[in-house]
């Protein structure tokens, strides 16, 4: 693809040359001469002078350079994304349904569907259009896929999920599970039964190996647009708002709520029933006690988790208790000496 092109597909701008032929995308620091790169802050801006990209993706206020090729944009970062897709196309799959699939009575199927091999679909369910359902999965009754969905091999959806349009769940997902409910009584546990539902909205991504849980009663929801990295688990009836993005690691107890727009760390817990208000920041491994309320737009880190600010001078006493230890010590030792 020639620079022109790209810029005019993008809705940006081009300086220098535009018939310049462009095989692909790489980060700045080791992208060749065919490559596209990007300026997306001030470690990459210090890098770009020696990069030997072919053509750079830029703010709208870099200096005009006068021996570069520049592709202007008002986000290099979110432009790069989408340059990727017309670099690196997603494989197409042919739809149709693999021999060895097993596919359930009444089972609803739109255009353009493709179920891999051993898959299994159960009876009731029903798939949009262009869904695809990789090799292994288990889909179990009454499931509803929305159109464009994708489930990479060995996913399993129990039975009464709904799934949006636009959804991607990567290996190892389990949606639909048990929730982690009991009751004890006279020194057993007995199982607490699991009868509620899981519903995902339009346009969530949901990684490899992660699980959320039906809801005891009721429903446990993913709002549209949000994005679960691997290994995240959302247990029984929590509701996670709308373009919500967690990454990996983070565990969510029985009916947490999170607000729309909330960012959330790698390796998180979260107790049961506490609430995290909209555009909330959670840092990384930080620890959210039971009930406790995120207020909205603020940063928290640490266990218990408090307001970054707290935290940071926190751990700047915390620093400080060796030095203070020594002092301590030797006024003991001088009030001794005193004392003789």
């Known amino acids: 693809m020639r620079v022109r092109e790209l810029a005019e597909w993008l809705s940006a701008t081009f300086e220098g040359d535009g018939e310049k032929e462009l095989t692909g995308a790489g980060a700045i620091e080791s992208a060749g001469v065919s490559e596209l790169a990007f300026v997306g802050g001030r470690k990459a801006a210090a890098q770009a002078e020696s990069s030997a990209a072919g053509c750079l993706l830029v703010p709208l206020d870099w200096p005009s350079p006068c021996y570069r090729t520049v592709i202007r944009a008002p986000e290099p970062r979110t432009a790069f994304a989408r340059a990727m897709s017309r670099f690196y196309p997603t494989a197409e799959i042919k739809p149709g349904i693999h021999p060895t699939a097993v596919v359930g009575a009444d089972v609803e199927l739109g255009a353009l569907v493709f179920i891999g091999p051993h898959a299994v679909v159960g009876d009731g369910t029903r798939a949009g259009v262009a869904v695809s359902i990789g090799a292994g999965c288990v889909v179990g009754k009454r499931v509803v896929l929305g159109d464009g969905t994708v489930l990479h091999p060995n996913v399993t959806i129990y039975d009464n999920v709904d799934i949006g349009r636009g959804v991607i769940i990567h290996s190892g997902a389990v949606i639909g599970a048990d929730g982690f409910g009991y009751v004890n009584e006279h020194d057993r546990w007995h199982k607490f039964p699991q009868v509620g539902r899981v519903e995902i909205g339009d346009f969530v991504e949901i990684g490899a190996n992660c699980c959320i849980d039906r809801a005891a009663l009721g429903v446990t929801t993913i709002g549209e647009g949000t994005k679960l990295d691997n290994m995240v688990h959302v247990a029984h009836n929590c509701r996670i708002g709308r373009h919500v993005v967690v990454a990996a690691q983070t565990g969510f107890s029985g009916s947490v709520v999170v607000e729309d727009h909330a960012v959330i760390g790698g390796q998180v817990g979260i107790g049961d029933k506490a609430r995290i208000e909209s555009r909330a ?58 004392a003789r």
């Open 281 to 338: 920041v959670l840092g990384s491994g930080c620890g959210v006690l039971t009930s406790k309320v995120v207020h909205s737009g603020e940063t928290v880190w640490g266990t218990p988790a408090r307001p970054l600010r707290q935290h940071l001078e926190q751990l700047a006493n915390l620093a400080k208790l060796p030095e203070l230890r020594r002092e301590v010590a030797e006024l003991k030792r001088r009030v001794a000496e005193l």
